[in-house]
């Protein structure tokens, strides 16, 4: 066996000597840390990371070849309609907004168009698509003119309210109020509400089961935008109308009300409120008060993450109704329409699509594989023990693989199967179709 001999040159000479210089020069804040503790940090930062599956991993990608490639590769099914009718409804927004122009609604498109195509970013915005569209059809819905539009109920709501509680509740929680009440009810309703979603979105990403945040994505834009249908296929007026017009006919003519956030404007000595109020799209949307989907959606998800913590989000989500009704914002019934909206949505989301949780697992990077659905039987689990050894191939913030969406548990997923299949809800049926 020949016998080799290595001879350093004098640049290499040259490189040691310059990184031995550096290192010395400029030590790095980890040398500041004990190497004991050091070690036992990258050793438990590694023991998260599985080196066979890639549940929790994100796309870096910006090819749009890697898009393209994953369409071709996608197996449809009826499940990909949900994007033909978020198109209609974005293109009827589009065409129906006259303010901003053709310019900028162009560009607010192409940007979006640009997001889908490149896979790092198309891993946020494809969950995020039922939220932009009811954001931008919530927007267009002040445009529609009011010829239209079906007459306002100004009746069904009080009466409503008197057959089921045997009075206007909202007048008797506003009857009474005072300064620090009107900061109560304005924190959860003028600030909490707009903030919630973005910070329970952040908080699941990190300890919930990878997918979980996809799924509220989605969840939260089609509950908003089904209420939003509601309200303008059976406008009503709110309580803030019966106690300025009594029950006199309502019009598309006449403009909202800030209602009892006029008395924020008026403690804080602005106007956000009763300028934001007052031109909004929909101020005969009181049925069902998305204010409270919201807030009941974002409790039952971070419920599902957090049981432990389930009475306080109960507790938050009973503060936002009071609000909501010593505002003069919503009946009663309102808050329970909204809240059986948003749970229907969860509860479908939890059966079909959810991950579910796993003992041990804290963080979305400790989990090897995903089980969505509801918790099954007995008779089943064990057949899921089974496949335990498999793990699906990518996270990318979706709505889960297809196979772990038709079992309801663990499943393995074809590595020749497209990225972009995991990313909506139509994965499920391909399995079933070939049962």
């Given at each position: 066996?020949?016998?080799?001999?290595?001879?350093?040159?004098?640049?290499?000479?040259?490189?040691?000597?310059?990184?031995?210089?550096?290192?010395?020069?400029?030590?790095?804040?980890?040398?500041?840390?004990?190497?004991?503790?050091?070690?036992?940090?990258?050793?438990?930062?590694?023991?998260?990371?599985?080196?066979?599956?890639?549940?929790?991993?994100?796309q870096t990608s910006f090819s749009p070849a890697d898009t393209i490639s994953a369409l071709r590769s996608h197996r449809w099914s009826y499940y990909d309609g949900q994007y033909l009718l978020l198109a209609l409804l974005g293109i009827f927004s589009l065409?129906?907004?006259?303010?901003?122009?053709?310019?900028?609604?162009?560009?607010?498109?192409?940007?979006?168009?640009?997001?889908?195509?490149?896979?790092?970013?198309?891993?946020?915005?494809?969950?995020?698509?039922?939220?932009?569209?009811?954001?931008?059809?919530?927007?267009?819905?002040?445009?529609?003119?009011?010829?239209?539009?079906?007459?306002?109920?100004?009746?069904?709501?009080?009466?409503?309210?008197?057959?089921?509680?045997?009075?206007?509740?909202?007048?008797?929680?506003?009857?009474?109020?005072?300064?620090?009440?009107?900061?109560?009810?304005?924190?959860?309703?003028?600030?909490?509400?707009?903030?919630?979603?973005?910070?329970?979105?952040?908080?699941?990403?990190?300890?919930?089961?990878?997918?979980?945040?996809?799924?509220?994505?989605?969840?939260?834009?089609?509950?908003?935008?089904?209420?939003?249908?509601?309200?303008?296929?059976?406008?009503?007026?709110?309580?803030?109308?019966?106690?300025?017009?009594?029950?006199?006919?309502?019009?598309?003519?006449?403009?909202?009300?800030?209602?009892?956030?006029?008395?924020?404007?008026?403690?804080?000595?602005?106007?956000?409120?009763?300028?934001?109020?007052?031109?909004?799209?929909?101020?005969?949307?009181?049925?069902?008060?998305?204010?409270?989907?919201?807030?009941?959606?974002?409790?039952?998800?971070?419920?599902?993450?957090?049981?432990?913590?389930?009475?306080?989000?109960?507790?938050?989500?009973?503060?936002?109704?009071?609000?909501?009704?010593?505002?003069?914002?919503?009946?009663?019934?309102?808050?329970?329409?909204?809240?059986?909206?948003?749970?229907?949505?969860?509860?479908?989301?939890?059966?079909?699509?959810?991950?579910?949780?796993?003992?041990?697992?804290?963080?979305?990077?400790?989990?090897?594989?995903?089980?969505?659905?509801?918790?099954?039987?007995?008779?089943?689990?064990?057949?899921?023990?089974?496949?335990?050894?498999?793990?699906?191939?990518?996270?990318?913030?979706?709505?889960?693989?297809?196979?772990?969406?038709?079992?309801?548990?663990?499943?393995?997923?074809?590595?020749?199967?497209?990225?972009?299949?995991?990313?909506?809800?139509?994965?499920?049926?391909?399995?079933?179709?070939?049962?």
């Open positions: 066996m020949e016998r080799s001999t290595y001879f350093p040159s004098r640049n290499h000479h040259q490189k040691t000597f310059t990184r031995s210089k550096l290192a010395v020069s400029w030590p790095t804040l980890p040398h500041f840390i004990p190497h004991r503790i050091r070690r036992k940090l990258r050793s438990k930062l590694r023991s998260r990371q599985s080196p066979s599956s890639s549940v929790a991993s994100l065409c129906v907004i006259d303010s901003p122009g053709p310019a900028v609604k162009t560009a607010v498109a192409t940007l979006l168009f640009g997001a889908l195509v490149l896979p790092v970013t198309r891993q946020f915005f494809l969950p995020f698509l039922p939220i932009a569209t009811w954001l931008v059809f919530f927007y267009a819905c002040r445009f529609i003119p009011g010829d239209s539009r079906p007459p306002v109920w100004v009746r069904v709501l009080p009466a409503l309210e008197n057959i089921f509680y045997g009075a206007n509740l909202s007048n008797i929680l506003s009857a009474h109020k005072s300064v620090l009440l009107d900061i109560l009810a304005w924190l959860p309703y003028g600030i909490i509400h707009f903030g919630a979603p973005v910070v329970c979105s952040a908080i699941m990403f990190v300890f919930g089961p990878p997918e979980t945040v996809s799924v509220f994505a989605r969840s939260f834009g089609y509950m908003n935008l089904a209420g939003v249908i509601i309200q303008l296929l059976f406008p009503c007026s709110p309580p803030w109308y019966e106690n300025m017009y009594g029950l006199a006919p309502a019009n598309y003519s006449m403009a909202g009300s800030p209602a009892g956030l006029a008395r924020i404007d008026q403690l804080f000595g602005i106007e956000l409120y009763t300028s934001t109020f007052t031109a909004a799209p929909m101020p005969f949307g009181a049925f069902p008060s998305l204010h409270a989907g919201c807030a009941t959606i974002e409790a039952l998800f971070m419920s599902h993450v957090f049981p432990r913590f389930r009475p306080f989000f109960i507790g938050y989500t009973l503060w936002l109704w009071w609000a909501t009704m010593y505002l003069s914002h919503h009946y009663a019934v309102d808050l329970i329409g909204g809240s059986l909206l948003a749970g229907v949505v969860f509860y479908v989301a939890k059966a079909r699509f959810l991950p579910r949780l796993q003992s041990g697992k804290t963080f979305r990077w400790d989990y090897d594989y995903i089980e969505v659905g509801d918790v099954p039987s007995a008779d089943s689990y064990a057949l899921t023990e089974l496949d335990a050894n498999f793990q699906p191939d990518s996270d990318e913030w979706t709505t889960g693989s297809s196979s772990s969406i038709s079992s309801g548990s663990v499943s393995p997923v074809d590595e020749s199967q497209s990225l972009w299949e995991g990313e909506t809800l139509a994965s499920q049926s391909d399995t079933e179709a070939q049962h």
